[in-house]
């Protein structure tokens, strides 16, 4: 019932405008809103604090869906739920989710996630934005980069570095308000793919933030960035398997219907073999994308499952929308027939939330454990 909902707004919703968005990086303001009104903006939260109390497996479904129509979308439902909705519930305080998880959840306000910067990335140990402990509040300093929603965000969990000499473990998260003082929102980015999506840079000069704001113990900040992400990377990888599964869905259709040499395409063996191979990996990837969700539900590990997910789904994504272009031809290298646009957004799924070499080297220690 909820993939069937999420299906019918993506082809009812999501589809109309989405190449326009895309040309003209118009974030899918109305769009969003509506996501909201379904709860599809804080899905895993519980009842009480106005989420939709559903589960991980019934995310990564949607999260699928929309995908298949318009990432630029489904990344907002993917911050908003796995990284600041999760983070919030899981980890914050009684306070911090009556004044913020509560209209996050129900899609009144949309949440941020600001761990990169201009110099950590990969790296993400080694913060630069400092956050001076004052007493009853700390001072904000620094550059966050590449941050989704970060103009149409009202809340930010922002990671800074409070005591240099602690490294990793003098780290925290906070809560930052937009309109705080000295707490000001760079250019959007002009991006390659998921377009539509709003990227920023973020800039903190001075901004003083409440000591209340900040997320868990003195020192929680890396771990709270890491479990979080664990999560999040869930959300991505069914981004990527949402992405590939449009693209084959629409290469499908394509090539049962355009004909050369006197026969559809789909009966040549070369383009046949080429959507046997993109169905197979595509299944694959929503089996791992499943089973990472399952054990989450499960409440048991998922880290492995996770990034696991990530890595190959996004690989799928990669290859499929690739070949997804090529059956279509000349007609697949422009806009009307959406798959240059998957292509471009594809490659995302590759990068944030952990590059796929950082995917690899979780998993790799993972399994050298
Ligand atoms: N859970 C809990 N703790 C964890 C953890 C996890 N999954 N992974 C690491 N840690 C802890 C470690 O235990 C360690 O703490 P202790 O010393 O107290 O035990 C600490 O974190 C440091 O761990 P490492 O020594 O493993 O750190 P590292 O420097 O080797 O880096 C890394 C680890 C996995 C590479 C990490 O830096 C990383 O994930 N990098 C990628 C960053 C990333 O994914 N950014 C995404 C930004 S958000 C985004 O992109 C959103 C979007 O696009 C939409
Ligand atoms: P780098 O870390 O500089 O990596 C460059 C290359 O080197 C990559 O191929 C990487 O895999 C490789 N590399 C680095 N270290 C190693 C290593 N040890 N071993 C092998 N290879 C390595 N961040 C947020 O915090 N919040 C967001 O909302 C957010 N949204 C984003 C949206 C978009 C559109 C983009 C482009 C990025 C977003 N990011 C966000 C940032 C994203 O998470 C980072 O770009 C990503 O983690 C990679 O960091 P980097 O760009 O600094 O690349």
Redo the contacts with the bound molecule.
């Keep these: 019932m909820i993939q069937k909902a999420a299906r019918d707004f993506a082809q009812n919703e999501l589809k109309p405008g989405v190449i326009e968005r895309d040309e003209h990086q118009k974030f899918p303001a109305e769009q969003v809103k509506k996501l909201g009104e379904l709860g599809f903006l804080g899905m895993m939260v519980s009842e009480k604090y106005n989420g939709s109390g559903l589960d991980a497996l019934s995310y990564v479904l949607v999260m699928e869906e929309l995908s298949k129509i318009d990432a630029s979308a489904s ?1 907002v439902v ?2 908003n739920n796995s ?1 600041v909705c999760y983070g919030l519930e899981s980890y914050g305080s009684e306070f911090q989710k009556e004044k913020y998880l509560k209209p996050l959840a129900s899609g009144e306000k949309i949440g941020a ?1 600001c ?2 910067e201009p110099e950590a ?6 913060q630069q934005t400092t956050a001076e402990d004052k007493g009853d509040y700390y001072l904000l300093n620094g550059t966050k980069n ?1 941050i ?1 929603n970060g103009g149409t965000a009202s809340t930010y969990l922002v990671i800074a570095q409070t005591d240099r000499a602690l490294k ?2 003098g780290i925290n998260a906070f809560i930052v308000e937009k309109g705080m003082e000295g707490f000001t929102i760079g250019p959007k980015e002009n991006k390659m793919g998921i377009r539509g999506s709003d990227t920023h840079s973020l800039m903190f000069n001075d901004v003083k933030v409440p000591k209340e704001n900040r997320i868990g113990e003195d020192g929680f900040g ?2 709270f ?3 979080t ?2 999560g ?2 869930i959300g ?1 990888a069914a981004q990527a398997l949402g992405i590939a599964a449009g693209a084959y869905e629409l290469a499908l259709e394509y090539s049962k219907q355009r004909k050369s040499f006197g026969k559809a395409i789909s009966e040549h063996q070369a383009i046949a073999f080429k959507l046997a191979d993109m169905a197979t990996t595509i299944e694959a990837a929503r089996l791992l994308v499943y089973k990472a969700a399952w054990l989450k539900d499960q409440g048991l590990p998922y ?1 492995l499952a996770g990034s696991m997910a990530k890595l190959y789904a996004s690989k799928v994504a990669m290859d499929v929308t690739v070949e997804a272009v090529q059956i279509h031809g000349g007609y697949g290298f422009v806009k009307e027939y959406h798959v240059e646009r998957m292509m471009r957004d594809a490659k ?1 799924t590759q ?5 796929t070499e ?1 995917q690899k ?2 998993i790799s ?1 993972e399994i050298l454990k």
């Design positions: 990344v993917s911050v990284l996630f761990l990169s990335g990969s790296d993400a140990t080694s590449w989704t990793h473990r890396f771990k960035a890491m479990k992400l664990e999040g990377r991505i880290t995302i990068i944030y939330e952990g590059t950082i080297m979780v220690r």
